[in-house]
């Protein structure tokens, strides 16, 4: 089992950037593919990007290509999503997720069994 904290949201101006993290706690992280998500308010749960076990991996969601970047150190229990030129569209509460299953499915949330609580990304005009 694996339990996932997001961190590194916040407020910012449209073209600007910000990290997220996704600290995963137990020792089997490596073991996990990780995919992030993202809910803005009246809509449903969106695929971002996702990464395989050892990060050799990863496809991301066609408005995020050029933009975001996924990534992970296993040595540190840790997933990251980088953004890049961000846009107002992109406010949402942004998730990350695990799974030991990697591959087409997962683009989908219910390919996933771990959740984090999500952490609040704004971007201004």
């Known amino acids: 089992q694996v339990q996932l904290v997001e961190s590194g949201g916040g407020l910012v101006q449209a073209g600007g950037s910000l990290r997220l993290s996704c600290a995963a706690s137990g020792r089997t992280f490596s073991s996990y593919a990780v995919g992030w998500f993202r809910q803005a308010p009246g809509k449903e749960r969106e695929f971002v990007a996702a990464?395989?076990?050892?990060?050799?991996?990863?496809y991301y969601a066609d408005f995020v290509k050029g933009r975001f970047t996924i990534s992970r150190d296993n040595a540190k229990n840790t997933a990251y999503l980088q953004m890049n030129s961000l846009k107002p569209e992109d406010t949402a509460v942004y998730y990350c997720?695990?799974?030991?299953?990697?591959?087409?499915?997962?683009?989908?949330?219910?390919?996933?069994?771990?959740w984090g609580q999500g952490t609040q990304v704004t971007v201004s005009s």
């Open positions: 997720a695990a799974d030991w299953r990697y591959g087409p499915d997962s683009d989908r949330p219910s390919t996933y069994d771990y």
């Open positions: 990464i395989n076990w050892d990060g050799s991996n990863s």
